[in-house]
């Protein structure tokens, strides 16, 4: 007869090991949901980057003009060395700016794309931990199926004592 801690022992291993080795392929899944969103938020991010960068070059024109109607308006020559210059400063400072924003969006993109790599490689390797994780569990199992076969081996041994005329069924 089999102890009843022994097949509890056995029973929660097998729980355990199965929980383990789901828990891996669900920790897959997660992280492959979790490389999609970044890799749709790495878009948006794109997006935006867009966005500003034609913002940001409409306001540098916008600057030229206000300093071309400016000038224009006290009948000074927009075409003079000065009037050139003034241009030529304003458009270096505002794409000054925009270069600066830029980088700063490419930045977070290709962080963005470095998580969603991760993301993908740890849900390639995440149902394969879970295995591994549940091994304790199925050594602990292999355990109890040992302690099995040495209580079972004693009842047998116990009936090849008494006999088979004394054995009722």
Known sequence: MVEPVTMALIASSAVSAFGSILGGFG????????????????????LQR????????????????SVDLIRSGR???????????????????????????????????????????????GARVAPLMGILNASGDIATMASGFGQIGKSGAGEVDKIKQLGTSQLSF
């Open 27 to 46: 920790q897959a899944s997660q992280m492959k949901a979790q490389a999609k969103a970044a890799a749709l938020e790495a878009k948006y991010v794109n």
């Open 75 to 121: 009948n000074v020559n927009l075409n003079s060395a000065t009037g050139r210059a003034l241009r030529k400063d304003r458009r270096r400072r505002g794409l000054d700016n925009l270069n600066n924003d830029n980088l700063s969006f490419l930045q977070q993109i290709s962080g963005l794309k470095t998580r969603q790599s991760n993301l993908r490689a």
């Open 50 to 65: 867009a966005q500003k960068k034609a913002i940001n070059l409409e306001a540098i024109n916008d600057v030229a003009a």
